[in-house]
């Protein structure tokens, strides 16, 4: 079992920063994929970022390459999510998943464990 609490998240001005962060309970944590996702108001969750296991690998949605940095310390049982540059169209309740696997994955039901997620709001 993985539980999974996320923090970090609040109300910045556009173009401002924020760094989510994932807390993970839990054995399996060092050995699975992890990736975060967003889901705004009225809108169908969608694939933020991901990082695999050891994190030697990440992936990026177009709309947040180059301003968004995904990481993990397998020591801490956290993952991260370096938010910069940030847009009103960021805003969205971000949350974390532990993946089925030990990659990164970008389709949301390949990943077993969820966190409660964490508000972003991004002020214009």
Sequence with gaps: QVQLV???????????????SCAASGRIF???GMGWFRQAPGKEREFVAAISWNGGSTYYADSVKGRFI????NAKN??????????????????????????????SSLYDYWGQGTQVTVSS
């Design 30 to 32: 060092s050995s699975r």
């Design 78 to 107: 956290t993952v991260y999510l370096q938010m910069n540059s940030l847009k009103p169209e960021d805003t969205a309740v971000y949350s974390c998943a532990a993946s089925k696997g030990r990659n990164w994955d970008t389709v």
């Design 6 to 20: 996320e923090s970090g998240g609040g109300l910045v001005q556009a173009g401002g920063s924020l760094r989510l």
């Design 70 to 73: 995904i990481s993990r310390d």
